[in-house]
């Protein structure tokens, strides 16, 4: 009897160990840092989930995982789904509350979107991005001013962000205050790389074609010409030109991957200019 209970020890300790190396190697699919296969990391997440033997935060810090790849594809139903999961098992989970109100925001449910981020922000009032998210939700709404308030906040937690100073600065301008001062105010504190470039545009450091130039370099120049577009309709609709405006944000509409911001906002700025797709 010894003997087979020895024998039944180290098929239980070769188990475990089998065990806790494909969890590992779930954790790589399914983390911040996973590669770029979707399905895989879908699958992955959804195994940890799963499991039975599993730390309350791994499992809630697994479905926000899960969650923000089915946000990054567009299916905001199955992103809610997975934030609620992780708010469930973890209540007041500031990451969750944000990235739920992400998802809620693209869904256009700005009221509910303003909830989750009214409340990440009280439980966490040094969360930049919270703040940045909550202000872009004033912004959609019409209220600059509310918009230009979040939007300085987020740039005094995280100094040197070019998109705190620049959306700050145009939620200013949309509210009839133009800030040049304050614009080049902030410049020296900006980190090197993209956007820095189209706070230079602002500011006259470089003109238009130099602006895009910059955007078409990199390895996100995806998303960098959807940023540049988008910000270009932003400055000619400060400048009052309209129609060059709505040529520019339909550039970015059509552009941009559905999971940027710049994507929702153009939507929203060309049906508040009467323009919508």
């Known amino acids: 009897m010894k003997r087979f209970a020895v024998i039944a020890a180290v098929l239980a300790a070769a188990g475990s160990a089998g065990h806790a190396i494909a969890q590992s190697t779930d954790w790589k699919l399914c983390g911040p840092e996973a590669p770029g296969d979707a399905e895989r990391s879908v699958e992955a997440c959804s195994r940890i989930v799963a499991a039975p033997a599993l730390k309350v935060g791994d499992r809630a810090a697994a479905y926000i995982y899960r969650g923000t790849i089915f946000l990054r594809r567009g299916d905001t139903e199955r992103a809610i789904s997975d934030y609620d999961a992780a708010l469930q098992l973890r209540p007041g989970d ?152 709505v040529a520019a944000l339909r550039q970015a509409h059509a552009s941009c991957p559905r999971h940027m911001v710049e994507f929702h906002a153009a939507g929203v700025e060309l049906k508040r200019l009467g323009a919508a797709q």
């Open 94 to 245: 500031v990451v969750a509350l944000n990235r739920r109100g992400e998802a809620r925001s693209n869904r256009a449910e700005f009221v509910k979107a303003l909830a989750d981020y009214d409340q990440a922000v009280r439980l966490n009032p040094r969360y930049p991005l919270a703040f940045r998210n909550r202000a872009r939700i004033h912004f959609y709404r019409g209220d600059f001013v509310a918009a230009a308030e979040d939007f300085r906040t987020a740039e005094s937690i995280d100094r040197g962000n070019s998109y705190s100073l620049l959306w700050r600065y145009i939620s200013d301008a949309r509210s009839g205050v133009v800030d040049s001062a304050g614009l080049a105010f902030g410049w020296p504190r900006l980190r090197d790389g993209w956007p820095k470039p189209l706070v230079a545009f602002y500011l006259d450091r470089i003109d238009e074609a130099a602006m895009l130039a910059a955007a078409a370099t990199g390895p996100g120049r995806a998303e960098q010409e959807c940023e540049a577009r988008f910000f270009l309709g932003q400055r000619r609709i400060i400048a009052g030109a309209k129609e060059a405006a």
